[in-house]
């Protein structure tokens, strides 16, 4: 009777989902992306034990699922702000869409506006103005059967003006991600931060009342010390505990089951023991990341070569423990006084993440701006070479996607 309800349910919801969503997924319905789960333990009835929350709701766990397996043949292609970050501001479809035809298949958005205290609830405040908007795209945004993460640009707990610690006084630096730990004098203002959070996740909801499922990449960049939580600032230990206690206190202490969460450090291992060093463990990570710009920064093909090695430790990982890989953030940002590269999407890109038999389960370029770009429009001198990578048969936009949060028949 159980398994008759939810086939049922699952019908209605693609039903919904093909009524309403744009033309970027006609086509979908047409994609078969199912290749075999050979030499993989994961099944379509076991895949919540492999998750940090083993109560996710279903479309949290067919996520899970089925980027797992889209890593097999494919790599997702998404953008950070697609929906409101325009090259020139030029405002409409995203950027992508303006190129290709479709939209990414992934959205990128970040709780850095919604839990700043500026925020004060108020219709007429521009940070909550930003919480709406942003909350308005993730739904449309799964409307559309597209993936939704988010990061965490967390202000520092002192003055909350900023997340650099080139911002913060060394007595600032030293004290402040120690004090957000359990028994430090900042943890209650951590956890009203995540209140928030939890708040947010739990109000995303599809046409059908369902919870719309969200990663979640809290406290990324850790090895760098560009940020408040960086490597100079905390031990691997205090790390650790940071990242359970934020887990933990969603999952456990506010109930939030629509989460996958996700530990991404920028580029500077070249060992899996390296990767590991500040990892806080199997069961509270489910997408293994890595953030990296630097490989691409004009580095050629050795710089590909470079990121694909360390996406091969990622990948690895990912599939002895039966966890979803990805390049977590990345990017090369044309201005007027930075051309773009030659073949940087459709060569150096694309050979990063598809080399070495490597399973990347999708890769979230930095969003578009009034001065500069990271994925061209139709209008620009590489917009060819993104359209060619994005049109390979590893990549991924919306309109080659599955159904991503069904389990598949």
Request: net charge neutral; glycine share 6%; hydrophobic share 35%.
């Amino acid at each position: 009777m159980k398994k008759h309800l939810l086939k049922i349910i699952y019908l209605s919801l693609a039903v919904l989902i093909a009524t309403s969503c744009s033309s970027d997924k006609d086509t979908t319905d047409e994609i078969i992306v199912d290749p075999p789960m050979q030499d993989d333990p994961l099944t379509t009835s076991n895949a919540a034990s492999y998750m940090v929350d083993a109560s996710a709701t279903k479309e949290t766990v067919a996520l899970f699922y089925n980027l797992k397996r889209l890593a097999k043949t494919k790599t997702a292609i998404g953008q950070q702000d697609a929906f409101n970050s325009f090259y020139q501001n030029a405002g409409g479809d995203s950027d992508i869409k303006k190129n290709t035809g479709f939209d990414p298949a992934v959205l990128g958005s970040d709780f850095m506006f919604i839990t700043d205290k500026n925020n004060n609830g108020q219709s007429n405040n521009w940070f909550y103005q930003q919480e709406q908007k942003i909350t308005a795209d993730v739904k449309a945004a799964y409307a559309k059967g597209i993936i939704n993460t988010f990061s965490w640009h967390l202000r520092e707990p002192n003055k909350e003006d900023s997340f650099y610690a080139a911002d913060m006084t060394a007595e600032q630096k030293s004290t402040a991600f120690r004090s957000i730990l359990p028994g430090g004098s900042n943890n209650e203002w951590y956890k009203k931060k995540l209140d928030k959070v939890a708040s947010v996740i739990s109000n995303l909801k599809g046409s059908n009342g369902e919870l719309i499922p969200v990663i979640f990449r809290p406290f990324h960049e850790f090895d760098g010390s560009w940020f408040w939580w960086g490597a100079d600032f905390c031990t691997p230990d205090e790390y650790k505990k940071a990242y359970q206690f934020t887990v933990d206190y969603l999952k456990n202490t506010k109930g939030v089951h629509n989460i996958l969460y996700a530990f991404s450090p920028d580029n500077s291992y070249t060992t899996e023991t390296n990767y590991l060093s500040r990892y806080p463990g199997d069961k509270y990570v489910d997408i293994i990341g890595m953030d990296n710009y630097g490989d691409f920064n004009n580095q050629g093909q050795t710089g590909s070569d470079r990121a694909n090695s360390k996406l091969k430790i990622l990948s690895d990982y990912a599939k002895a423990k039966v966890k979803i890989a990805a390049l977590t953030e990345t990017g090369y940002q044309v201005t007027s006084t930075t051309p773009a590269i030659s073949d940087w999407f459709s060569t150096f890109m694309y050979s990063a993440l598809t080399k070495n038999d490597i399973q990347i389960s999708y890769v979230m370029f930095w969003n578009n701006t009034k001065d500069g770009y990271y994925v061209p429009n139709g209008t620009v001198s590489n917009a060819l070479d993104f359209k060619t990578y994005a049109t390979k048969t590893k990549s991924a936009l919306v309109n080659s996607l599955p159904k991503m949060y069904e389990m598949p028949k």
